[in-house]
């Protein structure tokens, strides 16, 4: 990955890449895709639900990112300035759980 | 740029000053500054879709009437059976495939070979047409079905809003990739990236059009299957 990062460094002419790769990854993001869709119609409940979603959605979202947008053969600078900001987003649906749920228990006190 | 930060001169007072010290001369992000925009731009998007989301959890979470179950509200009876999300499936395998011939093209495009690269372009974008019209498929189908923005007949009303605006500004995108695309297609096809040599306009399109797909990762994920 290191070599593959210097050669493509700047220039934006050798981000070359075997076409297998793609292809590879295109199956990959297929079977991922059928796995969720497979865990809805199964019926599947609760926290195993749940866990299965949100692992075949980043899955997903890291092959597309990684490979797709070749982000795994940028400098670590660019892929730094991506990738961090949307930690942020985290804090805000962590304060936005707290809020809800509080919003939640009002109603259930007082709008019953 | 002098090498001396020092000593102020004339010319980098007031606006020429300000316009000089943020330039700066300095190159943080070794690629193309195209592709550095785009990010940019994509790390925007992707705040405003973090936020679309965070509102939806916020309210889903927040009702106390009972949120509708995507997987009913989404099945389709097929000769007699129902199939829960078929059309949801079908689109996002579409997409998928779309993401995959868009990789293709950008890999073709830095083989210089430009016909088969505008080609799975317009592919590309025939494919991103076709999930813009089963989404108009699915917005009308809930329509009939009485789903409105401030109501709906299955469960707590804030789904309507969810459902039309995260899906609303997703299909927006997804419409003005296919028109980026087609654009960069017609470009290609004429040879102006063959006369430059230089065929990142075609990754950075791409780029877009991977964030698409991935935005959509993400809806289906918690929208639909939650």
């Given at each position: 990955m290191?070599?593959?990062?210097d050669?493509?460094?700047?220039t ?10 793609y ?6 993001l ?7 869709y ?6 599947l ?14 899955a997903?979202a ?6 797709f947008m070749?982000l ?5 600078a ?13 804090v805000?649906?962590?304060?936005m759980?707290?809020?809800a ?12 | ?8 001169d004339?010319?980098?007072e007031g606006?020429r000053g300000?316009?000089r010290d943020?330039s700066g ?9 195209g592709?550095?925009?785009?990010w ?7 705040f405003?879709f973090g936020?679309?989301?965070t509102g939806y ?6 009702t106390?009437a009972a ?6 509200v989404f099945s ?5 059976t129902?199939?829960?999300l078929?059309l949801?499936?079908i ?6 495939s779309?993401?995959?011939?868009m990789?293709?093209a ?11 690269c ?6 590309t ?10 989404q108009?498929?699915e ?11 401030w ?7 804030q789904?309507g809003s969810c459902?039309f605006?995260?899906?609303?500004f997703?299909?927006?995108h ?6 980026y695309?087609?654009?960069v297609?017609?470009k ?17 399109a791409?780029?877009y059009?991977?964030?698409v ?9 918690l929208?639909?299957?939650?």
């Amino acid at each position: 990955m290191s070599t593959l990062a210097d050669a493509g460094a700047g220039t934006g002419h050798d981000q070359q890449h075997p076409i297998g790769t793609y292809l590879k990854v295109w199956i990959l993001l297929f079977v991922l895709s059928t796995f969720s869709y497979l865990v809805d119609f199964f019926h599947l409940h609760g926290y195993l639900r749940w866990t299965l979603i949100l692992l075949l959605m980043m899955a997903k979202a890291g092959l597309i990112v990684a490979i797709f947008m070749h982000l795994c053969w940028e400098r670590l600078a660019l892929i730094c300035a991506i990738l961090a900001p949307p930690v942020c987003l985290l804090v805000l649906v962590a304060l936005m759980l707290i809020e809800a749920d509080h919003t939640f228990l009002t109603r259930l006190a007082f709008f019953r | 740029m002098s090498s001396d930060h020092t000593s102020v001169d004339e010319s980098q007072e007031g606006w020429r000053g300000l316009a000089r010290d943020w330039s700066g001369d300095r190159v943080a992000f070794r690629v193309p500054w195209g592709k550095a925009m785009m990010w940019i731009f994509l790390l925007s998007d992707t705040f405003i879709f973090g936020s679309f989301l965070t509102g939806y959890m916020t309210v889903r979470v927040s009702t106390t009437a009972a949120w509708p179950n995507p997987s009913e509200v989404f099945s389709l009876v097929v000769n007699g059976t129902q199939l829960p999300l078929l059309l949801i499936a079908i689109m996002t395998f579409i997409l998928i495939s779309s993401s995959g011939s868009m990789a293709m093209a950008v890999n073709y495009g830095y083989r210089h070979d430009g016909k088969r690269c505008a080609a799975l372009m317009v592919l590309t974008a025939l494919l991103g047409a076709t999930f813009v019209g089963m989404q108009a498929i699915e917005w009308t189908k809930l329509i009939h079905e009485g789903v409105r923005p401030w109501t709906n007949p299955f469960g707590a009303a804030q789904f309507g809003s969810c459902f039309f605006m995260i899906t609303g500004f997703h299909g927006l995108h997804v419409s003005a990739g296919v028109v980026y695309l087609l654009t960069v297609a017609r470009k290609v096809r004429r040879g102006d990236y063959e006369k430059s040599g230089n065929y990142g306009i075609v990754e950075i399109a791409g780029l877009y059009w991977h964030f698409v797909d991935l935005v959509w990762v993400f809806i289906f994920a918690l929208f639909y299957l939650w």
